[in-house]
């Protein structure tokens, strides 16, 4: 369990973030076309998972919009926008925002990502929702590079994350 604050607050998750150099755990989400998609399926891909709360709060849009620019023109790299928003305010949000870089992904469907990637938080006002995470995955499916942003309302460290991809 980790523990990081939400405004301050401290607030718990379900477990921790994969370890750096082991197999990044497989998972299949619904992308806002309602297909799914898995971890396994973007092998030989780096992947950057961008976790996050909800699309509906103005760091999460803020995060998807970033990693959009910043992976515009990157080769052979994924960025997958992870939250349990429905995929329908997913692709609301992409259409309106012209979000082309990003694919997004809802965790609604799903109960077993959060506790595999220890994303869940299990208490606090946002309880049930995802914490702000980074995981960025090699082509092979092993953790580069992970981040469990320590305060909820604070931006993860988009420069890590696109160094741990070059």
Same mark, same amino acid.
Request: proline share 5%; charged share 20%; aromatic share 8%.
């Given at each position: 369990?980790? $523990?990081?604050?939400?405004?301050?607050?401290?607030?718990?998750?379900?477990?921790? %973030?994969?370890? $750096?150099?082991?197999?990044?755990?497989?998972?299949?989400?619904? $992308?806002?076309?309602?297909?799914?998609?898995?971890?396994?399926?973007? $092998?030989?891909?780096?992947?950057?998972?961008?976790?996050?709360?909800?699309?509906?709060?103005?760091?999460?849009?803020?995060?998807?919009?970033?990693?959009?620019?910043?992976?515009?023109?990157?080769?052979?790299?994924?960025?997958?926008?992870?939250?349990?928003?429905?995929?329908?305010?997913?692709?609301?949000?992409?259409?309106?925002?012209?979000?082309?870089?990003?694919?997004?992904?809802?965790?609604?469907?799903?109960?077993?990502?959060?506790?595999?990637?220890?994303?869940?938080?299990?208490?606090?006002?946002?309880?049930? %929702?995802?914490?702000?995470?980074?995981?960025?995955?090699?082509?092979?499916?092993?953790?580069?590079?992970?981040? %469990?942003?320590?305060?909820?309302?604070?931006?993860?460290?988009?420069?890590?994350?696109?160094?741990?991809?070059?």
């Amino acid at each position: 369990m980790a $523990k990081i604050t939400f405004k301050g607050n401290p607030v718990n998750t379900s477990g921790d %973030l994969p370890v $750096k150099g082991t197999k990044a755990p497989d998972f299949s989400l619904v $992308k806002s076309d309602l297909g799914s998609l898995s971890l396994s399926e973007l $092998k030989g891909k780096k992947v950057i998972l961008n976790i996050f709360p909800s699309l509906d709060t103005s760091v999460c849009a803020t995060t998807v919009r970033k990693f959009n620019q910043m992976a515009a023109g990157m080769k052979n790299v994924t960025v997958l926008g992870i939250s349990k928003d429905l995929p329908f305010a997913h692709g609301r949000f992409c259409s309106t925002e012209g979000i082309t870089n990003v694919i997004t992904l809802s965790g609604f469907r799903d109960r077993e990502f959060g506790k595999a990637y220890g994303v869940d938080y299990i208490d606090g006002p946002v309880r049930g %929702l995802y914490a702000r995470a980074i995981v960025v995955v090699d082509e092979t499916g092993t953790v580069v590079y992970t981040q %469990l942003v320590p305060e909820h309302i604070h931006e993860p460290d988009y420069d890590a994350a696109l160094k741990a991809v070059k």
